[in-house]
T-cell receptor, first 114, second 115 residues
Framework: DAGVTQSPTHLIKTRGQQVTLRCSPKSGHDTVSWYQQALGQGPQFIFQ???????QRGNFPDRFSGHQFPNYSSELNVNALLLGDSALYLC?????????????FGQGTRLTVV | AQKITQTQPGMFVQEKEAVTLDCTYD???????LFWYKQPSSGEMIFLIY??????QNATEGRYSLNFQKARKSANLVISASQLGDSAMYFCAMRDYSGYSTLTFGKGTMLLVSP
């Protein structure tokens, strides 16, 4: 049973460009949360998707948007990239009504903006 | 607002010794959960242990135990009998139950286990 898979693993983009990151949740999970982890920091919550809707959002600008598909997979889109968007982007999947210990993280996508 | 503080940027321990990683938290909620995650260099966050705010006993999971002191708002992770494979970043995190299942993380502690 595959866990959470994220693609791509690494990405280099130029300032001002747009990027799309992808996440496939663990089988049976229906909720996807996205986190940004800057170098030397802990992850920061971006937003969460359940039933194809954004359920909660952290303190991130509108340049960050997302989508969840009927198969529960999700995308994170970032427009007008800034150098400060360089980070590890982590996806976590869980059951919306599940227990706290059943959230699984992917290995992340490392985004570098030059 | 919630806040997690991890004051130890790095910790060193010898193999087979025990080590304590500190975590203090701040929240106005009465119902919350505390988590510890391990992040190896591969980047994946690995769940280690969970403590609910109403749990009366400290959580234990194998070599991991959580020293929960509610009045002091601390949730320290104790790793017994350290192994070389324990070398990684460790993050303390919190979730409150007034909202949805999002986590607030601390800045982490890098643990290095030497032979």
């Amino acid at each position: 049973d595959a866990g959470v898979t994220q693609s791509p693993t690494h990405l280099i983009k130029t300032r001002g460009q747009q990027v799309t990151l992808r996440c496939s949740p663990k089988s049976g999970h229906d909720t996807v949360s996205w986190y940004q982890q800057a170098l030397g920091q802990g992850p920061q919550f971006i937003f969460q998707y359940y039933e194809e809707e954004e359920r909660q959002r952290g303190n991130f600008p509108d340049r960050f948007s997302g989508h969840q598909f009927p198969n529960y997979s999700s995308e994170l889109n970032v427009n007008a990239l800034l150098l400060g968007d360089s980070a590890l982007y982590l996806c976590a999947s869980s059951l919306y009504q599940g227990s706290d210990t059943e959230a699984f993280f992917g290995q992340g996508t490392r985004l570098t903006v030059v | 607002a919630q806040k997690i503080t991890q004051t130890q940027p790095g910790m060193f321990v010898q193999e087979k010794e025990a080590v304590t990683l500190d975590c203090t938290y701040d929240t106005s909620d009465q119902s919350y959960g505390l988590f510890w995650y391990k992040q190896p260099s591969s980047g994946e966050m690995i769940f280690l242990i969970y403590q609910g705010s109403y749990d009366e006993q400290n959580a234990t999971e194998g070599r991991y135990s959580l020293n929960f002191q509610k009045a002091r708002k601390s949730a320290n992770l104790v790793i017994s009998a350290s192994q070389l494979g324990d070398s990684a970043m460790y993050f303390c995190a919190m979730r409150d139950y007034s909202g949805y299942s999002t986590l607030t993380f601390g800045k982490g502690t890098m643990l290095l286990v030497s032979p």
